[in-house]
């Protein structure tokens, strides 16, 4: 008898959106961008959940000027529980830096000091999301956590990271999907 292939989704470039009944408060009410994801696990950082640091706060304390105007009362996000003593910068167009992770043709996730270099001399990436930190998951896991009903997923909307103040992400995302986040339920159900 031939072996059935599960069938893969592949979700780079979405969002997940946490379901009410998320336990793990890292994740509550986040909107995550899933930057990488393969049969190795998945990588991405939550888009609206700015913490108590500005991007000229975070400059001063690595030594790196801010020149460029606009960006320096720019929050800095928490991007998940992983690294969070390292920097992770999400940004548009993708250009080329030294560790930079290809999501799309448009857009890159970097940890190099160059991209943040570059910014500060000359404001290019114009659209960043700074965070600290980022969200990770080991081969099979996001997957299991979707069949567990703790995630939603959507394309991802470049406009809504960019664009919009973080506070109404979450909402945005949800509304690209047809639900209002107050009308989720803890419980869920497979068809």
Do not use: C
Not at 146 to 160: H, K, M, R, S, Y
Request: charged share 20%.
């Amino acid at each position: 008898m031939p072996r059935m292939e599960t069938p893969t989704a592949n979700f780079t470039h979405h969002f997940l959106i946490a379901m009410p009944n998320m336990v793990d408060p890292h994740f509550t009410r986040t909107l995550t961008y899933i930057a990488e994801h393969n049969e190795q696990g998945a990588l991405g950082i939550i888009v609206n959940r700015p913490i108590d640091m500005t991007l000229a706060s975070l400059f001063e304390r690595i030594e790196v000027p801010l020149e460029a105007a606009g960006f320096a009362a720019q929050p800095v996000y928490f991007g998940g529980p992983v690294q969070t003593d390292r920097g992770f910068v999400l940004h548009r167009p993708l250009g080329e830096w030294h560790s930079t992770l290809k999501v799309t043709d448009e857009i890159g996730l970097t940890s190099s000091r160059d991209v943040l270099q570059a910014i500060g001399a000359g404001g290019e990436p114009r659209d960043v999301i700074v965070t600290l930190g980022y969200a990770g998951w080991a081969a099979g896991q996001l997957e299991q956590e979707l069949l567990d009903n703790a995630w939603l997923t959507v394309p991802a909307d470049l406009e809504i990271v960019f664009e919009l103040p973080p506070e109404e992400r979450l909402v945005a995302a949800m509304q690209k999907l047809g639900i209002d986040f107050t009308n989720l339920s803890d419980v869920a159900g497979h068809a």
